[in-house]
Nanobody, 124 residues
Framework: QVQLVESGGGLVQAGGSLRLSCAAS????????MGWFRQAPGKEREFVAH????????YYVDSVKGRFTISRDNAKNTVYLQMNSLKPEDTAVYYC?????????????????WGQGTQVTVSS
């Protein structure tokens, strides 16, 4: 099973940018569909973005469309989340996750492996 480690979180002012990375171990990374989720204090884990195993298909929650971009580099076993025009409401712990099925990409229960999370804080 793939193991995931996120990095790149931090404190940024509203309007700023961050790029999160998720490094995966395992030789079968390219066969996994990858997603990013986030969880703010007192809230449920929320789907953010998804990318297919080969990269051409992406899907975003409406609140981040046009601001966030998910991408992957299978040669480096890494998936990225570029976050621009950040808002205070984007503050959360961000998690990457991997799944083998293409179905229900926004359902966290469908994912097979999770990273430990990285904190993103956006100040106003």
């Amino acid at each position: 099973q793939v193991q995931l480690v996120e990095s790149g979180g931090g404190l940024v002012q509203a309007g700023g940018s961050l790029r999160l990375s998720c490094a995966a171990s395992g030789r079968t990374f390219s066969s996994y569909y990858m997603g990013w989720f986030r969880q703010a204090p007192g809230k449920e884990r929320e789907f953010v973005a998804h990318i297919s195993w080969s990269g051409p298909y992406t899907y975003y929650v409406d609140s981040v469309k046009g601001r966030f971009t998910i991408s992957r580099d299978n040669a480096k076993n890494t998936v990225y989340l570029q976050m621009n025009s950040l808002k205070p409401e984007d503050t959360a712990v961000y998690y990457c996750a991997a799944k083998v099925s293409a179905a229900k990409v926004s359902d966290p229960n469908e994912y097979d492996a999770w990273g430990q999370g990285t904190q993103v804080t956006v100040s106003s």
